[in-house]
């Protein structure tokens, strides 16, 4: 009780505030997500819009920028493709190529740097209709398309193998089919890729937060939405159940989806489960703050405060577009 207590004594200066701090940002918990796009070429890069000071990259770019972000510390990056707009069909064909973007982009940063190399498993930027699925042709539902469940897993356990041959280190798959995780784990398995991990993103919502995603992906979706697929964002429940489900299928990870707007669905999990937690701080959180920054609303400091709420929260790693800006400061 005051006054023998005096809470402020651990606060006086920067010195002791530190030492007493509770929850640390490291250059480790960052994960920087990173899109090639295969028609850029040379040393190209496309600037994306509706992301302030992020980019689309050759194959060439992409990896000598991956390269100065390992030399300033990073540990790992998540990779996406974007492939030519004459190659996307109904079944993401290109997605399982061995010598589609993601592919040849893993290659590359296996033998050019130390970098942990994660790759997106999803369908959505290699389909002309831009769903994470299989559509199915006899479409009856009234607010949304049918996405083809069962059909799907197969292309999608063949998109991780083909991930998994270029050399990858951790697949994570991000449709939110039911029974993915089962049966890209029964494939790796069965082609002696026992050690590469799955991250699956097993908490995903059906989130306004994508939209800058979509663009940068350029996998916006023609008809319908995917919230036949992606979690209701009222419930939180049920990502205990897809929690439970994807470790019985064999996830090594477990994701929640966006970050910022779902705190305490991360607590939640975190409080469950004793798999490394990974939350993605999406490209709507990203977008907005970075908005409000150039505004003058805030300062910088509202990115590391941003962060520091997540890991707070009980995550072990971050997706964050955020890391190029703040790798030099932790």
Same mark, same amino acid.
């Given at each position: 009780?005051?006054?023998?207590?005096?809470?402020?004594?651990?606060?006086?200066?920067?010195?002791?505030?530190?030492?007493?701090?509770?929850?640390?940002?490291?250059?480790?918990?960052?994960?920087?997500?990173?899109?090639?796009?295969?028609?850029?070429?040379?040393?190209?890069?496309?600037?994306?819009?509706?992301?302030?000071?992020?980019?689309?990259?050759?194959?060439?770019?992409?990896?000598?920028?991956?390269?100065?972000?390992?030399?300033?510390?990073?540990?790992?990056?998540?990779?996406?493709?974007?492939?030519?707009?004459?190659?996307?069909?109904?079944?993401?064909?290109?997605?399982?190529?061995?010598?589609?973007?993601?592919?040849?982009?893993?290659?590359?940063?296996?033998?050019? !740097?130390?970098?942990?190399?994660?790759?997106?498993?999803?369908?959505?930027?290699? !389909?002309?209709?831009?769903?994470?699925?299989?559509?199915?042709?006899?479409?009856?539902?009234?607010?949304?398309?049918?996405?083809?469940?069962? &059909?799907?897993?197969?292309?999608?356990?063949?998109?991780?193998?083909?991930?998994?041959?270029?050399?990858?280190?951790?697949?994570?798959?991000?449709?939110?089919?039911?029974?993915?995780?089962?049966?890209?784990?029964?494939?790796?398995?069965?082609?002696?890729?026992?050690?590469?991990?799955?991250?699956?993103?097993?908490?995903?919502?059906?989130?306004?937060?994508?939209?800058?995603?979509?663009?940068?992906?350029?996998?916006?979706?023609?008809?319908?939405?995917?919230?036949?697929?992606?979690?209701?964002?009222?419930?939180?429940?049920?990502?205990?159940?897809?929690?439970?489900?994807?470790?019985?299928?064999?996830?090594?990870?477990?994701?929640?989806?966006?970050?910022? !707007?779902?705190?305490?669905?991360?607590?939640?999990?975190?409080?469950?489960?004793?798999?490394?937690?990974?939350?993605?701080?999406?490209?709507?959180?990203?977008?907005?703050?970075?908005?409000?920054?150039?505004?003058?609303?805030?300062? &910088?400091?509202?990115?590391? &405060?941003?962060?520091?709420?997540?890991?707070?929260?009980?995550?072990?790693?971050?997706?964050?577009?955020? !890391?190029?800006?703040?790798?030099?400061?932790?």
């Amino acid at each position: 009780m005051f006054p023998i207590t005096r809470m402020r004594r651990l606060r006086k200066n920067s010195k002791i505030r530190e030492i007493v701090c509770e929850v640390k940002l490291n250059k480790e918990d960052l994960i920087y997500p990173i899109f090639f796009k295969e028609n850029l070429k040379g040393m190209e890069k496309e600037e994306i819009k509706t992301m302030p000071k992020e980019y689309r990259y050759s194959l060439d770019a992409g990896v000598e920028f991956a390269k100065k972000l390992e030399s300033r510390g990073l540990k790992s990056i998540i990779i996406f493709g974007i492939p030519n707009e004459d190659l996307k069909d109904e079944i993401a064909t290109s997605s399982r190529l061995s010598d589609g973007i993601v592919q040849k982009a893993i290659r590359r940063l296996k033998s050019e !740097t130390n970098l942990v190399l994660i790759s997106d498993v999803c369908w959505c930027q290699y !389909t002309a209709h831009g769903h994470c699925g299989l559509v199915s042709e006899n479409n009856d539902y009234d607010d949304n398309l049918e996405i083809l469940n069962d &059909e799907s897993l197969d292309y999608l356990s063949q998109m991780a193998l083909s991930h998994a041959e270029a050399g990858v280190d951790i697949v994570a798959p991000s449709d939110m089919m039911d029974g993915r995780i089962g049966v890209i784990r029964e494939v790796l398995d069965d082609n002696n890729f026992k050690d590469v991990s799955i991250m699956s993103y097993s908490v995903k919502y059906a989130s306004s937060f994508y939209e800058p995603f979509r663009d940068a992906a350029c996998s916006s979706f023609s008809n319908g939405n995917r919230k036949s697929y992606q979690m209701d964002v009222a419930n939180s429940k049920e990502a205990i159940r897809e929690c439970e489900e994807d470790v019985f299928e064999g996830t090594d990870f477990l994701m929640v989806k966006p970050a910022l !707007t779902f705190l305490d669905i991360i607590k939640l999990v975190s409080d469950n489960f004793n798999l490394p937690l990974v939350a993605y701080n999406v490209s709507g959180e990203y977008s907005m703050i970075m908005a409000a920054i150039a505004s003058g609303y805030l300062t &910088e400091d509202a990115i590391f &405060e941003s962060l520091l709420s997540i890991k707070r929260a009980g995550a072990d790693l971050i997706i964050t577009n955020f !890391t190029a800006h703040i790798i030099d400061k932790l």
